[in-house]
């Protein structure tokens, strides 16, 4: 039995930021933008769309492509690095913002890879028999605790929200689709070269942590980009060699959306061309724990990725955590 994706959704703010609004507000330019990370413009929300809200559209799409309703679920579960409180959880406003019933609803912190680490425990769950359908949520609002004056991560950040809904492969027309093999790691000891300092237990809010702007993202960027490099190859290639998929047989990448460089160069090591790798970082940006998702719902929903294709979902985030998805498409 497989845990299959029975249904996607997304949805982002309707606010668009572009590279030219950004010249207005750091030292910066359209063009570095472009060619240094291959974005273009981002999503961002106002003030009064907290993540749950993001969320809400994006799982009901899923939910209505699953052809299932809210009260069908047996869990959610949300990955998010921005959720509207530290508690209650996203996951929890989301199951009574959709109506479902009283099932076990939390959040996830995996940075980036929030949404691989959430397939991976409703893959668990489902086939551990402990839950029957699933909605995974990846939602992020990162221009709240994004730097405004740092230009070298400001110009990065964007917000939006995907959502899948997973459930038993038996019970649909096609028993070998779904999850063929998972992989996940982390590196704790790498957590200060991406990291929000303020607002937990070891930097509690003050006027201190505010006036020194430790409520928002702090990366060292050059460092990082040299180890989600590796490490999202690395975890490719273990997610395709676990699956038992050859390259030749891998029809689509979806991998985090950090920089176009960084998914260049995957492409390349994989020998995978451009034309099978679904980007959508021009537009959004780096959105964190929603990329992925955002991209699968984009290209489900444009026609690209059809049944029996073979889908490698691969990130890289805060932690550091990696990981990857093999999945057969229903
Ligand atoms: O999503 C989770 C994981 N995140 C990632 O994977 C992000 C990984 N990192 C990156 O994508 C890239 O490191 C960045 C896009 C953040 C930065 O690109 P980079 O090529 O690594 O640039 P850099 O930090 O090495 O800086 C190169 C130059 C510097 O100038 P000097 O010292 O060479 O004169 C920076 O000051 O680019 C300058 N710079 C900028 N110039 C114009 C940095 N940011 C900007 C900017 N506009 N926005």
């Not at 959610?76 to 019933?101: E, M, R, W």
């Not at 995957?266 to 021009?282: C, Y």
């Amino acid at each position: 039995m497989r845990t299959a994706i029975l249904g996607t959704g997304s949805f982002t703010p309707k606010k668009v930021l572009t590279n030219l609004d950004l010249e207005k507000i750091v030292d910066t330019t359209d063009e570095w933008i472009r060619t240094r990370t291959g974005i273009v413009e981002r999503r961002i929300s106002d003030e009064n769309t907290p993540s749950s809200e993001l969320a809400l559209p994006a799982a009901r799409n899923a939910l209505d492509m699953a052809g299932l309703k809210a009260t069908d679920l047996d869990a959610i579960i949300v990955a998010t690095v921005t959720p509207d409180y530290v508690f209650p959880s996203t996951a929890c406003l989301l199951q009574h913002k959709l109506g479902a019933n009283k099932i076990m609803a939390y959040d996830s912190s995996a940075g980036c890879t929030g949404f691989i680490y959430v397939l991976v425990q409703a893959d668990a769950m489902i086939k551990a028999g402990m839950a029957k359908y699933v909605l995974d949520v990846g939602v992020e609002e990162l221009t709240k605790i994004t730097n405004w004056d740092d230009r070298a991560s400001c110009v990065l950040f964007g917000d939006g929200a995907g959502a899948v809904v997973l459930g038993p492969s038996v019970e649909t027309k096609n028993e070998d689709a779904g999850i063929l093999a998972t992989y996940t790691a982390s590196d704790g000891s790498l957590g200060d070269l991406l990291i929000q300092y303020g607002g937990g237990s070891a930097m509690p809010a003050s006027h201190k942590t505010v006036d020194e702007n430790l409520h928002t993202i702090y990366m060292v960027g050059n460092e990082v980009f040299k180890h989600a490099v590796r490490s999202m190859e690395e975890a490719a290639l273990k997610g395709l060699e676990l699956s038992g998929v050859s390259m030749d047989d891998l029809d689509w990448l979806i991998p985090h959306q950090a920089n176009i460089r960084i998914i260049d160069f995957l492409a390349r090591r994989l020998k995978l061309p451009m034309e099978k790798v679904v980007v959508t970082i021009d537009k959004y940006g780096n959105t964190s724990a929603s990329s992925i998702p955002l991209a699968l719902d984009d290209a489900v929903r444009d026609g690209r990725i059809k049944s029996g294709d073979n889908v490698l979902m691969v990130a890289f985030g805060a932690g550091f955590t990696w990981g990857s998805v093999v999945v057969r498409w229903l």
